[in-house]
């Protein structure tokens, strides 16, 4: 009798062991699946964010289209930094940022020609129609070297926004002004904050009281305003301008070039009432690699009205010309409109950006390419978008367009 309760008292330790061990290890599993739900579902929001701060965007190559060099109306065809099309009169204008060397500023007016086949929607032609020269506010064209024009934009109301880099050598500003399309007639000039103005470093002056100024500041030489683009809803609405400095400003300008440089994003509202910038974002150019000697902002295109836009950021160097494309959000980006030097405020948020296309791997020569802009839907129905390079007027390159398919998945 003894031996059985024991024998059952013995069974009974075992079960209640058993029990235990059963609940820690319950317990264990259950706190495994729960870490594991948990970081899947911190994973999975940052994949749903991520999803959310871009669109689907992709590019397709089409073709490539050189323009043979030309002269049309006593002026050298080259130079072509910058383009926009008009989708009503199918036609495209391109600023050459010729600083009124070989012939005064100007813009041009382009017919490109595409192919009618579905299965091969290509650029076969493109034929310089008209061109328009800049006037000053004199109502005169710009003098030689007093002006170097780069980013162009149409407003919607028969107008041209024509950007322009400043003459730093010279004190002279930097601009985004207003032209008008048949004739280049000066309109108005959109506001540019002091801080894009250059000034040099000062050293302080006892006798005038006056204070040091211990870096220089404002736009670097052939570093400002290229990137511009507008966007409005409909005729007689107000727009919006959008611009980037093409790299740094001088007071932004990072010592370790091997980390992204700094460019400012600028906004606009323009419409009845004087201009006004609505706000400013850091925008993060890509760090030069041992290979690039030279990299910038030189374009940009809206997508949405939700602060999505394509960039074109076009680099150079030792390996030769390339560029990449990317898709950049603003939405989420801190305002800096009260920042005069990023160096001095490192936790701002910038602006965020993807890679959709490194131009490198499409297996052609790439030339100065500065300029971008969305074109007509091409024979297969596909929407297009355009690419052209700046040549320098140099008889070692050649004015390039490139042409893709812009799909939105």
């Known amino acids: 009798m003894l031996k059985q309760n024991q024998k059952s008292k ?19 599993l259950i706190g495994f699946c729960s870490v594991f739900l948990i970081i ?21 190559f089409v073709n490539e289209y050189q323009l043979p060099k030309q002269n049309f109306e006593h002026t050298p065809v080259g130079g072509l930094s910058g383009l926009t099309y008009d989708r009503i009169d199918d036609v495209f204008y391109a600023i050459s940022d010729d600083r009124s060397e070989f012939a005064p500023a100007r813009f041009y ?14 650029l076969e032609n ?41 003459v730093t050598s010279k004190s002279i500003p930097p601009f985004i002004d207003e032209f008008d399309l048949l004739t280049g007639k000066w309109i108005r000039s959109l506001p540019i904050p ?11 002056n006892p006798n005038k009281n006056q204070l040091p100024n211990p870096e220089p500041q404002g736009v670097k030489d052939n570093l400002g305003f290229e990137a511009l683009t507008v966007v409005r809803d409909s005729i007689g609405d107000p727009y919006r301008v959008f611009a980037i400095t093409e790299n740094a400003l001088a007071q932004d300008t990072q010592t370790d070039e091997s980390q992204p440089s700094e460019s400012r994003f600028l906004h606009y509202l323009v419409g009845n009432i004087a201009p006004l910038i609505v706000t400013e974002h850091r925008y993060p150019v890509e ?48 305002d800096t409109s009260a920042i005069k030097s990023f160096r001095n405020s490192p936790n701002v948020r910038s602006i965020r950006k993807k890679l959709v296309l490194d131009l490198a791997t499409l297996g052609i020569k790439l030339d100065n390419l500065e300029g971008m802009t969305i ?35």
């Open 109 to 122: 007016a382009l017919k490109l020609k595409f192919s009618t086949q579905k299965e091969q929607p290509n």
């Open 10 to 28: 013995e069974d009974g330790d075992a079960k209640y062991r058993y029990s235990l061990l059963s609940k820690k290890l319950r317990n264990l």
């Open 40 to 60: 899947f579902s911190v994973n999975h929001l940052s994949v749903m964010a991520g999803d959310r701060t871009f669109l689907k965007v992709s590019l397709d």
């Open 126 to 166: 493109v034929e310089v129609i008209g061109v328009d020269f800049l006037k000053d506010k004199t109502g005169n064209t710009y003098a030689k070297g007093e002006v170097d024009p780069e980013g162009i934009a149409l407003t919607g109301d028969r107008t041209v926004l024509v950007s322009s880099e400043g």
């Open 375 to 409: 074109g007509p839907r091409l024979a297969d129905g596909s929407q297009s978008l355009i690419l052209v390079s700046d040549d320098n007027f140099s008889n070692n390159q050649f004015t390039q367009f490139l042409v893709f398919r812009l799909n939105r998945n």
């Open 287 to 334: 760090a030069m690699t041992p290979t690039v000697t030279q990299i910038g902002v030189n374009d940009i295109i809206s997508l949405d009205r939700g602060g999505h836009f394509l960039t074109l950021e076009r680099s150079n160097g030792s390996n030769g010309l390339s560029a990449k494309i990317w898709q950049i959000f603003t939405g989420d980006a801190n």
């Open 194 to 204: 002091q801080r894009y103005l250059f000034e040099p470093k000062k050293e302080p």
